[in-house]
């Protein structure tokens, strides 16, 4: 597993390529509540341009401390895994995992 340090308010972004098959499956661990979201290199635009409809294809919104999902991928190229910290005070530690 891969280890990151994610500051307040900061977050991290991890591209992979799509397996030929669309089937990922990612594990997040960290040691304070984080959010994910799987998405396009288009997506991640939006996103960080303030857009509050940027689309997603999975991760979890809602924060915890543990993330775990499989999911088959509707499209080819590159994808990333983002981990946000929400809190704007406090580092997070995390691990991550992604396996085909």
């Not at 895994?81 to 997070?92: D, F, R």
């Amino acid at each position: 597993m891969a280890r990151a340090i994610i500051g307040p308010d900061q977050n991290a972004r991890i591209r992979y390529s799509v397996p030929t098959g669309r089937t990922i499956e990612f594990d997040v661990r960290a040691d304070h509540s984080v959010k994910t979201y799987v998405m396009t290199k288009k997506g991640l635009e939006e996103w960080d341009n303030g857009n509050k409809k940027f689309k997603y294809f999975g991760g979890f919104q809602d924060p915890r401390r543990h993330h775990h999902q499989t999911l088959i991928l509707p499209f080819g190229g590159h994808w990333y895994l983002v981990i946000v910290n929400p809190s704007t005070k406090n580092s997070v530690e995390v691990t991550y995992e992604v396996l085909y």
